[in-house]
């Protein structure tokens, strides 16, 4: 207990393994008297043992390492066994080693006890004696009760070891971190980290490299391509250890240890070396972040410097010069271009360039070369030798006749191409493409900055584009509103169309346009013929006319009515756009107005002009019914007179038995005549219409008075003008009719003139006569524009007229009323375009005119004038017939008479009277006697249709002055 108990206080007072182990082995060769002790401890391979403490060896370098292979020697055996043992001599299959280490010894007797700690082995104590004295079992008792304390000690020597290894690896693992994280410099950093390394793991020295791509080189020393393969520490010898530096999954580097001699890595030292790769890999990937993310930096800070340099300006060809030279210092390429999508064509076009040459008249069509690549399939495209491999529709021309894509590229030294397209919103705006003269590889962060590029230049190409549209929108609206203030600055037609040709001529750049009224039909197969049928633009770009190419019409038109059409032409190759379209529309659309307001303007002239002269009518109208109003009272006056006058004179003359007197008689009623002459014209000029008794007319006669009568209209005035009107008559022979000759005069000259006019530009009239069947058809014919269908039917229409204000509208209508009132009918055939025949038909009859009535007895006449002295004359006039008169003098005393007196065979009444007019009275004797004849004298015209049937009720009218023959003739035809 003793030795017990000192052996656990010795032992106790350390936690130094090789302290403890020199303690150990002391205090067991004092406490067994033995020569020699030591200890070996088991390695953690448990497949030799160490050395770890020995006193009173002279050659302890013989068994530092001892072989342990359990059940194979004697160590292994000795350690296996669960208590102390006993030898005198050494086993039969002791190794040669150790027989030799114990004849070096002189060693005669061994005791050996083994060492376990917590089931387990640790290792051994031997005790050796040189000397013929050998062990006794006191001497084993003794080493075992050492033995009890030895264990445990090792154990906690062996933990504190472990935690003062573990710290010390921490700390070197923490400098390491430090050494790392205090700078983003991988190279400076990992010459420290090779020094610390070196020290941690007590070799003579360490190299830290890092393969290029994660690729181990050929050239690199032995034991690396096996780390990297294998993913794991390798002892390339006993001297060198490799640890390969290992980032996610993959061998990026290695850790290369070399020993200060010979010896034997332990796991300790490999575990560190590993955790030391594992930071270096750690802060390389970290390095290769920040190395990248400092690249994107740069990448985006000269992004944005680009950006604001092409985003400075808002001219498109500063923008695509500014995209083009930022494209080369971005990328470091010698050539490069933007190439801009026309929509018209769909061809990519060069707009700016640096170090390219014959690119003026390039046009890629989508899908040819880099950049038609680029924008059809709206990602980047590369090449990275364009002698091997050829440009996508290479063999294809380029819009320059006869040279071909690849042709040019390799003419001009090109080898290697990167192209991005140009979008914006969804849109291909174009494509920047750059060249270098050495084959190169496909660099991505290239790729990433010429598309980040793209991608700012498309944002700066569209605002530039919307800005430019944008002025010239505000120029061509200017220009627009310029040129509709010069249209609409007049309204004379003819000032108006050259305006509009000058302006349209200015805005569309163009000097060849023209102007065509649709004032005739165009032909259809022309191009403006079809603008002017369809009312809609037609575009040709080849017109296969010399000295002309393209031609573009525009209808003007207000609403649906096309006014005329506006064409330009060209004489060089040209397309419009849509908002060119619009434009020249919009500006069609006011010439339309232009021409529209002028067209109002001019109507409203001839309207007021007209207005005017109507409004003249009108007042000489008025004045004119003012004198007729006039001249008819004087002329019924004189009228009352007159008949005074010529009946007194005529009744004298007729029982005048002296010649002188008669002849004063004679004269007297000639002068009478002569003013009842007078009279009737101041009738005339009031408009009050004479009725005058049928005559015998003779219309071959009333033909040749018009046709010399109207000459002047339809030879001298046309021939003036440059006209040329022939009239052929085919007059038959013909019976005579009844009529009025200066009626019938009239109608027919409103035919032969009408005729006239309808021949504005020359022609025939042909005039005809011919008996039809009881009837005479006189036919007017002409050559002239005719009528349509609605003009014929309601040409009879009073005041209808297509001739404007300057007609009346009253000729045909005129002329109808006579062919009516002589009992006839006239007619109207014509067609637009091929001429008019007029037809009119007059009953023949062959008594009229005659002026002989047969013999009558005296009549009792009811005779009424408000007149004394003109109803004396008349009755004294009727009385010279031998025929009785009654007198009255007015209508109801007349009536009394008639009523009282049955005997009354005529009423002749006067028309104008008081109280009761003559048409009053005859219409009231026809109700009373309807047979009883009346007959009105009147010195004011026509008998006025003052109630219905007032016409009806009178059977003969008597104008004044009433001359002697004529009222014997009138009561004559009662009969």
């Given at each position: 207990m003793r030795l017990l108990t000192d052996a656990t206080r010795v032992l106790g007072g350390t936690l130094d393994l090789e302290r403890l182990m020199g303690r150990a082995t002391t205090l067991a060769q004092s406490a067994l008297g033995a020569d020699a002790a030591g200890v070996w401890l088991l390695e953690k391979s448990s497949t030799e043992l160490v050395l770890?403490?020995?006193?009173?060896?002279?050659?302890?370098?013989?068994?530092?390492?001892?072989?342990?292979?359990?059940?194979?020697?004697?160590?292994?055996?000795?350690?296996?066994?669960?208590?102390?043992?006993?030898?005198?001599?050494?086993?039969?299959?002791?190794?040669?080693?150790?027989?030799?280490?114990?004849?070096?010894?002189?060693?005669?007797?061994?005791?050996?006890?083994p060492l376990v700690g917590d089931d387990a082995p640790l290792g051994l104590l031997g005790l050796f004696r040189?000397?013929?004295?050998?062990?006794?079992?006191?001497?084993?008792?003794?080493?075992?009760?050492?033995?009890?304390?030895?264990?445990?000690?090792?154990?906690?020597?062996?933990?504190?070891?472990?935690?003062?290894?573990?710290?010390?690896?921490?700390?070197?693992?923490?400098?390491?971190?430090?050494?790392?994280?205090?700078?983003?410099?991988?190279?400076?950093?990992?010459?420290?980290?090779?020094?610390?390394?070196?020290?941690?793991?007590?070799?003579?020295?360490?190299?830290?490299?890092?393969?290029?791509?994660?690729?181990?080189?050929?050239?690199?020393?032995?034991?690396?391509?096996?780390?990297?393969?294998?993913?794991?520490?390798?002892?390339?010898?006993?001297?060198?250890?490799?640890?390969?530096?290992?980032?996610?999954?993959?061998?990026?580097?290695?850790?290369?240890?070399?020993?200060?001699?010979?010896?034997?890595?332990?796991?300790?030292?490999?575990?560190?070396?590993?955790?030391?790769?594992?930071?270096?890999?750690?802060v390389a990937e970290n390095a290769r972040l920040y190395g990248e993310a400092q690249t994107r930096a740069d990448e985006l800070s000269a992004l944005h410097e680009v950006g604001v340099t092409i985003t400075s300006t808002l001219d498109l060809p500063t923008v695509l010069d500014a995209v083009v030279e930022a494209a080369l210092r971005l990328i470091g390429a010698p050539q490069g271009a933007v190439l801009e999508l026309d929509p018209a064509d769909q061809r990519l076009h060069v707009r700016a360039?640096?170090?390219?040459?014959?690119?003026?008249?390039?046009?890629?069509?989508?899908?040819?070369?880099?950049?038609?690549?680029?924008?059809?399939?709206?990602?980047?495209?590369?090449?990275?030798?364009?002698?091997?491999?050829?440009?996508?529709?290479?063999?294809?021309?380029?819009?320059?006749?006869?040279?071909?894509?690849?042709?040019?590229?390799?003419?001009?030294?090109?080898?290697?191409?990167?192209?991005?397209?140009?979008?914006?919103?969804?849109?291909?705006?174009?494509?920047?493409?750059?060249?270098?003269?050495?084959?190169?590889?496909?660099?991505?962060?290239?790729?990433?900055?010429?598309?980040?590029?793209?991608?700012?230049?498309?944002?700066?190409?569209?605002?530039?584009?919307?800005?430019?549209?944008?002025?010239?929108?505000?120029?061509?609206?200017?220009?627009?509103?310029?040129?509709?203030?010069?249209?609409?600055?007049?309204?004379?037609?003819?000032?108006?169309?050259?305006?509009i040709v000058e302006e349209a001529a200015a805005i569309a750049g163009t000097p060849h346009v023209s102007l065509v009224l649709i004032d005739r039909e165009l032909a259809s197969e022309s191009p403006s013929g079809q603008v002017a049928a369809?009312?809609?633009?037609?575009?040709?770009?080849?017109?296969?006319?010399?000295?002309?190419?393209?031609?573009?019409?525009?209808?003007?038109?207000?609403?649906?009515?096309?006014?005329?059409?506006?064409?330009?032409?060209?004489?060089?190759?040209?397309?419009?756009?849509?908002?060119?379209?619009?434009?020249?529309?919009?500006?069609?659309?006011?010439?339309?107005?232009?021409?529209?307001?002028?067209?109002?303007?001019?109507?409203?002239?001839?309207?007021?002009?007209?207005?005017?002269?109507?409004?003249?009518?009108?007042?000489?109208?008025?004045?004119?019914?003012?004198?007729?109003?006039?001249?008819?009272?004087?002329?019924?006056?004189?009228?009352?007179?007159?008949?005074?006058?010529?009946?007194?004179?005529?009744?004298?003359?007729?029982?005048?038995?002296?010649?002188?007197?008669?002849?004063?008689?004679?004269?007297?009623?000639?002068?009478?005549?002569?003013?009842?002459?007078?009279?009737?014209?101041?009738?005339?000029?009031?408009?009050?219409?004479?009725?005058t008794p049928p005559r015998v007319v003779r219309l071959e006669e009333i033909v040749a008075d018009v046709l010399e009568m109207t000459r002047g209209r339809w030879q001298d005035a046309p021939r003036a003008q440059g006209v040329e009107i022939t009239v052929h008559t085919a007059l038959g022979a013909l019976p005579p009719v009844a009529g009025d000759p200066a009626a019938l005069r009239e109608l027919l000259t409103n035919l032969v003139l009408n005729a006239a006019d309808a021949l504005p530009g020359g022609g025939r009239i042909t005039i005809e006569t011919r008996e039809d069947a009881g009837a005479v058809v006189v036919t007017v014919s002409d050559t002239g524009i005719g009528m349509p269908d609605e003009v014929r039917r309601r040409a009879h229409e009073p005041f209808f007229t297509t001739k404007g204000v300057k007609a009346t509208g009253l000729g045909l209508s005129v002329a109808y009323g006579i062919a009516r009132r002589h009992g006839g009918n006239l007619t109207i055939q014509s067609e637009e375009g091929r001429g008019t025949t007029v037809l009119v038909h007059l009953p023949t009859n062959a008594e009229a005119g005659a002026t002989a009535a047969p013999p009558r007895g005296p009549l009792r006449i009811l005779l009424v004038d408000d007149e004394e002295e003109v109803r004396g004359a008349l009755a004294d006039m009727l009385a010279s017939a031998g025929h009785s008169v009654i007198t009255a003098a007015d209508g109801a005393e007349a009536l009394r008479r008639l009523d009282a007196d049955a005997g009354i065979e005529l009423v002749m009444t006067d028309l104008v009277m008081p109280g009761m007019t003559g048409t009053d009275l005859a219409v009231a004797v026809k109700t009373r006697r309807p047979a009883l004849p009346v007959g009105l004298v009147t010195g004011w015209g026509d008998v006025p249709e003052t109630h219905k049937g007032a016409h009806a009720a009178i059977d003969f009218v008597l104008a004044k002055p009433v001359m002697l023959e004529a009222l014997h003739a009138a009561v004559a035809r009662l009969r």
């Open positions: 770890r403490g020995d006193v009173g060896f002279t050659h302890p370098e013989l068994v530092t390492r001892v072989p342990h292979a359990p059940g194979r020697d004697v160590s292994a055996w000795l350690t296996e066994r669960p208590g102390p043992l006993v030898l005198r001599r050494l086993p039969i299959g002791a190794a040669a080693e150790a027989r030799r280490w114990l004849e070096a010894e002189d060693v005669r007797s061994f005791l050996g006890v040189r000397r013929q004295r050998p062990f006794t079992a006191a001497d084993l008792a003794r080493a075992e009760a050492l033995c009890v304390a030895i264990p445990p000690a090792i154990l906690n020597a062996r933990l504190y070891a472990d935690q003062l290894a573990r710290a010390e690896r921490t700390a070197v693992l923490l400098g390491i971190a430090e050494t790392l994280g205090a700078t983003l410099d991988l190279p400076a950093a990992l010459d420290d980290i090779a020094q610390r390394a070196a020290r941690a793991l007590d070799a003579e020295r360490c190299g830290v490299v890092l393969w290029p791509g994660g690729v181990v080189p050929p050239d690199a020393p032995l034991g690396d391509a096996e780390a990297a393969l294998r993913g794991r520490p390798v002892e390339v010898d006993d001297s060198r250890l490799v640890v390969p530096i290992v980032r996610k999954g993959e061998a990026i580097g290695a850790l290369r240890f070399t020993a200060r001699g010979r010896r034997r890595w332990e796991r300790s030292a490999v575990d560190l070396a590993s955790a030391i790769a594992g930071q270096i890999a750690l360039q640096r170090g390219m040459a014959e690119t003026a008249d390039v046009a890629l069509a989508l899908g040819q070369g880099a950049t038609g690549t680029a924008a059809q399939t709206r990602t980047a495209y590369f090449s990275g030798d364009l002698r091997r491999s050829s440009l996508p529709g290479g063999d294809a021309e380029i819009g320059v006749p006869g040279v071909r894509l690849q042709d040019l590229s390799l003419r001009h030294g090109r080898r290697a191409v990167l192209a991005v397209p140009l979008i914006s919103k969804d849109t291909v705006l174009g494509a920047i493409c750059v060249f270098w003269a050495e084959p190169r590889e496909r660099d991505e962060r290239e790729v990433r900055r010429l598309t980040g590029l793209a991608q700012q230049a498309a944002v700066a190409i569209e605002q530039a584009r919307l800005h430019g549209a944008s002025l010239r929108r505000a120029e061509e609206l200017a220009a627009l509103l310029r040129a509709v203030r010069t249209m609409l600055g007049g309204l004379d037609t003819k000032t108006i169309l050259e305006s369809t009312g809609q633009p037609v575009f040709v770009a080849d017109t296969r006319e010399a000295g002309i190419v393209t031609y573009l019409g525009l209808p003007v038109k207000i609403r649906d009515t096309v006014l005329g059409v506006l064409a330009f032409h060209t004489t060089a190759p040209r397309a419009y756009s849509a908002d060119e379209l619009a434009y020249l529309g919009s500006f069609a659309d006011h010439a339309a107005i232009a021409l529209d307001n002028a067209r109002l303007y001019e109507d409203a002239q001839r309207a007021l002009s007209d207005l005017r002269a109507v409004q003249q009518r009108l007042v000489q109208g008025e004045t004119l019914r003012a004198l007729g109003e006039l001249a008819g009272g004087a002329a019924h006056h004189l009228n009352n007179l007159l008949t005074i006058i010529v009946g007194r004179v005529q009744l004298l003359h007729r029982a005048a038995g002296d010649e002188r007197a008669a002849r004063t008689l004679e004269i007297i009623e000639r002068a009478a005549k002569d003013g009842a002459e007078v009279v009737r014209r101041l009738q005339q000029f009031a408009g009050m219409r004479r009725t």
